[in-house]
């Protein structure tokens, strides 16, 4: 089997593997925990670090996370990231002024809703769609409460994908965190790279994922962005875990 051939089924079984996942609820109640916070406190690393934990995080991997904050995963908005990275990530958003995201990869839904929560503080969102292969519940429930916010079950590998994102024009940011794969998060970037002022990747210092960061560095190195990276790790873990790179056209700053 020749290398290419190797790469194509561990993105197959990686497929199978998804489809067969299936998605947690959010309480969706914690979002007034954001809504109730003015600029000021939202606009502090610390502050927001905090709130993220009583958001709720996920319990998937706890290996990942310090015994110090368990007591706050399984639960609430089930945020897949480490807040000591994502609320340095997120005030930098904020910054940006964004008025369009795309979330390619949501499993239940948590950080599509945390980060369209915090965005829509400092500037009203035209648009929000997370997208995933595999159905999310929550997210149908939350376009009550947030009418901008979408949710399209697709497979970013298919044909079907590729006439979706023809019908849309442009995102001014879009955050690839799906299947973990060198190959697919290249793809994934590939699609939007012409349609997005910011690209966001998870888990560039994820030791179990070193595609995604290959794939990032490829990025670094193309000149056209300004990067950034969430790479602050907890005490007492010994290995490296999530992380964000944060991607801006230059003409965009």
Not at 56 to 73: A, K, T
Not at 92 to 120: C, M, N, P, Q, W
Not at 168 to 182: M, N
Request: aromatic letters at 10%; one cysteine or more; proline letters at 3%.
């Amino acid at each position: 089997m020749s290398n290419i051939e190797s790469k194509l089924k561990v993105v197959e079984q990686g497929w199978k593997k998804l489809k067969k996942l299936s998605t947690i609820p959010l309480d969706l109640k914690r979002v007034a925990l954001i809504r109730g916070k003015n600029l000021e406190y939202l606009s502090d690393a610390g502050n927001v670090e905090s709130l993220m934990l009583y958001l709720g995080l996920n319990d998937e991997g706890l290996e990942e996370f310090p015994e110090s904050i368990h007591q706050y995963c399984g639960q609430g908005l089930r945020i897949w990231q480490y807040p000591i990275q994502f609320s340095k990530y997120l005030i930098d958003l904020g910054k940006l002024k964004i008025d369009s995201y795309l979330e390619i990869g949501i499993r239940h839904g948590g950080t599509f809703v945390a980060t369209v929560e915090y965005l829509e503080k400092f500037s009203p969102l035209k648009s929000a769609i997370g997208i995933d292969i595999i159905p999310c519940p929550s997210l149908l429930e939350y376009k009550q409460i947030q009418p901008n916010a979408e949710f399209v079950q697709i497979n970013t590998q298919s044909k079907e994908y590729q006439e979706w994102l023809k019908k849309h024009e442009r995102f001014d940011l879009v955050l690839i965190d799906s299947f973990h794969e060198e190959t697919q998060c290249r793809n994934e970037f590939l699609s939007v790279k012409d349609k997005a002022n910011i690209v966001a990747f998870h888990d560039i210092a994820n030791i179990k994922y070193p595609g995604v960061r290959k794939v990032w560095d490829e990025v670094k190195n193309t000149n056209e962005f300004e990067c950034r990276e969430y790479i602050d790790q907890y005490e007492n873990i010994d290995l490296s875990y999530m992380g964000i790179g944060l991607a801006v056209r230059k003409e965009r700053l």
